[in-house]
């Protein structure tokens, strides 16, 4: 390699470092701790239809395997907090919307329906409840009545007693995804997605503690909805403010100078100067350092001529 070529690449090699701690979206927002109210100002990219109650299940990547669980009430003026809880996910996050697959360990990602529900013993609930025994077991792949309940089945269908048993399914909701009334089942989709307890990582349910659990089988009614995904998937950025008109009608008009009116229709950034100076930093860090570079081989070059 020639001197030139060495001192490119290391040129290269000294921006592309200094640029790697810039800040990426990859690694997450903050978690968003007012669901409700973003629902009840209309901050949120999945309907709630006509859901009386809606439970939140967000994290804050897609990596991310544990997520901040919110039930929402519906009242005169929109939705309020009825309670928030932790809880986890599939082992492997969150899948983007519709890509969904079996056997990726992840949980679905939009707004789902609840009309059913599960455990060892119905906890007073409106949703359809079936109360498991030994013979319990949720269709998997090729059964005809897949991503549904069953008695009997063949070992490809999920056992529910064992579940139920381990605790897991002590007290579980249903969510809708990949199943009527939602939508019809698609083969491969995965199935057998539910709100339970455990409180640890799982194959793709919402896993959190039985209290949690059970008050979401006992609240829920049916048509009350999960929804469920990235923070910055589910909600939509804040409506901008808009001022207040004039409260005087006597006001004299102030005729703007043309500089102002240049400066009103020039083009602005949504990036505030403190957000700015972060990078402005990493920038100049990444620019000395490959100055630095330059000289340190400029010097070496001329100790070799002389």
Known sequence: MSRHALRRTLLLIALVAAFTALPSAAHGAAQETSPCAKLTAREVKFS???????????ATDFTQNAVLITGCVRGTDGYAPEWQATGFIGENGFAPE?????REYRSPTGSFTATEALG???PGTRLTYHVVNPTSRWGGPGSPTYNDYLEGGSPADENLWY???QGTYAQAAVINYNRLPDSPPVPGADYAIFFGAGNRVSAGCVSTTLETSTQVVKTLVPGDRFIMGV?????LPAAPSVAAPPTSSTATPVVP???ASEARSAPTSETSGADLLPLGILLVAAGGTAVFVFFVLRRQEKGRRS
């Open 257 to 259: 100078s043309p500089a």
């Open 48 to 58: 709630a239809g006509d859901a009386s109650r809606v439970v939140f299940v967000t």
């Open 163 to 165: 579940w139920a048993n």
């Open 120 to 122: 060892l013993a119905d």
């Open 98 to 102: 519709g890509m969904l697959r079996e």
């Open 231 to 235: 923070v910055s998937d589910v909600f």
